[in-house]
């Protein structure tokens, strides 16, 4: 699958990005380039692989929790611009 100048350009609009011309040239190429690795990993014969979600086997290792020192509340929000009953206080953020 080939990607196109224009589709980088929308794509770039879309996020609101100002790109120039070599900006545009280097990412039409490199996500060319990504989707023809793709469509190489879409023709490998996958029927006789086991489905997981990683690629090697991974045991959970539980262990208890331990209660060790930390820093002082004073000293965390030493370089705080603001803070108030021990914590940061920051801009809001969603309405």
Not at 44 to 57: G, K, L, M, N
Request: glycine share 4%.
């Amino acid at each position: 699958m080939k990607i196109t100048k224009e589709e980088v350009v929308h794509v770039a609009k879309l996020a609101r990005l100002n790109l120039d011309e070599d900006a545009i040239a280097l990412y039409t190429k490199q996500l060319g380039d990504i989707l023809t690795y793709m469509e190489a990993l879409n023709r490998v014969d996958t029927e006789d692989v086991r489905p997981t979600s990683h690629a090697i086997f991974i045991n959970n290792a539980f262990r208890e929790d331990e209660v060790k020192p930390s820093m002082p509340v004073e000293r965390a929000l030493a370089n705080a611009p603001e803070s108030e009953d021990g914590g940061f206080i920051v801009p809001k953020v969603i309405g």
